[in-house]
């Protein structure tokens, strides 16, 4: 059984950093230079976005986290707290596909949170986490180097070689998809018994709550939105689902190996799901919607956002 428990705590050491670098490599390959240049122009857009996503959503809900700490197991609040620090999560692009969102006003606005939380993650989460030991540089040098790095490199290849870069962009999904089922299949399974009491306890709830809080949020900022956003709901999926990769790996390599780690991953995972779990209906709801108003052709593959629209 321990050894069991060391191969599934390998596997997890391994499939966190691979889903970052491949999820990244595979959005800087899709993001093309202009998606940054366009969103920068529009600074309406960008204050709202980034209003919701870094005061909004982590002051508001790290308050509730606070509030409802007797609720929740021994930190499992602290892992609250990372994932809701963390914004640009490179799912939102396949989540705007669904939902039928312009592939720009998803990546051009993700691409801006995702360097803001490289900026925000290793000054605030210190400062929040005060009884959990979290290296500030540690986390500057592990968010350079393991996201923003690959997007760089993602976007340098696609602007060299443009002919490549969709086949490229597929394998590194490719890689992000496998990568991702073995990150939550070996942190769930190496920490079963922890995951079975959270179920059965309210912190469920609480990860429901957090998720609406951020979607209302998101919404309200897309109202708030500049010309450049066309559907108003878009930032609305972008700030709820938060970036797990970057919370995985701050929980992971920026808490130095506290204690409580296994308790932190658990629930940025279990946050993670539940968001999953209630943002993928959503999109499929509201791209259906949205097809059918545009007189588009409806096929499975048209609704999960892998093929493009046919008129009739």
Not at 245 to 273: E, H, P, Q
Request: hydrophobic share 55%.
């Amino acid at each position: 059984m321990h050894t069991i428990e060391s191969l599934l705590g390998l596997l997890i050491n391994v499939s966190v950093p691979a889903f970052a670098i491949a999820s990244m490599l595979s959005m800087g390959l899709r993001t093309p230079l202009r998606a940054f240049r366009n969103q920068l122009r529009d600074r309406r857009t960008v204050f709202a976005v980034l209003g919701a996503n870094f005061v909004v959503v982590p002051a508001v809900g790290t308050l509730l986290v606070w509030l409802l700490n007797g609720m929740l197991p021994h930190e499992t609040g602290e892992g609250f707290v990372i994932a809701l620090c963390a914004a640009g999560a490179p799912f939102v692009l396949q989540l705007g596909a669904m939902a039928r969102i312009p592939y720009g006003e998803t990546a051009g606005p993700m691409a801006v949170l995702l360097l803001g939380s490289i900026l925000f993650m290793p000054l605030v989460v210190p400062f929040l986490l005060q009884d959990v030991s979290v290296h500030g540089w540690s986390v500057a040098q592990l968010l350079l180097g393991t996201m923003l790095s690959p997007m760089i490199a993602g976007i340098v290849i696609a602007a060299v070689w443009p002919g490549r870069a969709d086949r490229f962009a597929r394998i590194a999904g490719s890689v992000a998809a496998v990568s991702a089922v073995l990150m939550f299949l070996s942190g769930f399974g190496a920490n079963t018994g922890l995951v079975l009491s959270l179920v059965l306890s309210p912190v469920l709830l609480v990860a429901a709550g957090l998720v609406a809080l951020a979607f209302v949020a998101g919404r309200f900022a897309g109202d708030l939105a500049g010309d450049t956003l066309t559907v108003p709901d878009g930032p609305a999926i972008l700030t709820s689902q938060r970036n797990i990769a970057a919370a995985l790996l701050v929980a992971r390599t920026g808490t130095g190996g506290a204690d409580g780690d296994g308790s932190i991953v658990i629930a940025i995972l279990l946050l993670s799901a539940v968001g999953f779990v209630m943002l993928v209906p959503y999109a499929l709801g509201s791209g259906l919607l949205r097809r059918r108003r545009a007189g588009e052709k409806i096929s499975l593959g048209v609704l999960l956002g892998v093929v493009g629209p046919k008129s009739d």
